[in-house]
């Protein structure tokens, strides 16, 4: 079994510019290029410890933006995976990463940031993760922001991650910035507001399940939830996860 992967799009230009960085460094981990959209890739035949995507971030906000999340679909898979179904998460390497990146955004006046759970791949049975360079291809092309994407990474192959309390998150924007703030935590799958309407217990237990280690906490944005607080909050009384509102 391959202890860790990193793995890329060979179209996508912030990752290819990610992986260059990461080969001059000559970082001990087998490099995967492949030649379709990594979003829409259901079997890899491999079985690392964790794989972590180089990729291009993309919005039309245009922000620079350096971001780390786990795939996966609350409800309609509009962009790879499967309807309703979650990738493995693993928090710890996350929480790693959102370090690293942090130490190294500060440098180039980019936003760092948790993405909440979004697109695919879903079906693969692996902890999977995106390290991220958006938002549009002069950010994609900036070689600075790349390789500081690469120095994260590179800290995620070249040391384990510190262990500390594993929790999911609910609550609060795309873009997790409450989330982002706690350190103390190492959080796996976040479902954003928008997603929280046909939130139900079997997806709550697929964000424990497939959240690596499994999580203790269940961290609540308390100003992010919109009417839907008090139902979800119903559903996670349900789960045993001691409820955390931030």
């Known amino acids: 079994m391959q202890e860790r992967v990193v793995m890329f799009y060979s179209k996508d230009v912030a990752g290819k510019n990610i992986v260059d960085f990461l080969r001059d460094k000559h970082v001990k981990a087998e490099i995967i290029e492949v030649k379709q959209e990594i979003l829409y ?9 964790v794989c972590v995507v180089a990729s291009r ?3 039309d906000s245009r922000i620079p933006v350096l971001t780390t999340h786990s795939p996966g679909n609350f409800n309609a898979a509009d962009y790879g995976g499967r309807d309703r179904e979650l990738s493995i998460a693993p928090a710890l390497y996350l929480r790693e990463a959102l370090m690293q990146l942090k130490r190294e955004g500060v440098k180039l006046q980019y936003e760092v ?6 697109h695919g791949p879903t079906s693969l049975r692996f902890p999977i993760m995106f390290v991220e360079v958006g938002s549009d291809e002069e950010h994609w092309r900036d070689r600075e ?5 690469a120095e994260a990474i590179e800290g995620l192959i070249g040391a384990e991650p510190p262990d500390l309390g594993t929790a999911i998150a609910f609550g609060g924007g795309h873009y997790c910035r409450r989330f982002s703030l706690l350190e103390e935590y190492a959080i796996g799958h976040i479902c954003p507001k928008h997603n929280l309407p046909k939130l139900d217990i079997e997806m709550i237990e697929q964000m424990i399940s497939k959240t690596t280690p499994t999580p203790e906490i269940a961290l609540i944005e308390k100003k992010g939830m919109g009417r839907e607080k008090k139902r979800v909050i119903g559903l996670l009384e349900q789960t045993g996860l001691d409820v955390v509102k931030v």
Request: hydrophobic fraction near 30%; proline fraction near 4%; aromatic fraction near 4%.
């Open 57 to 59: 971030h993309k919005s």
């Open 41 to 49: 890739i259901e079997d890899m035949g491999i079985r690392p410890e």
């Open 145 to 149: 922001a790349c390789e500081a994407a």
């Open 113 to 118: 940031s948790y993405e909440a759970t979004h």
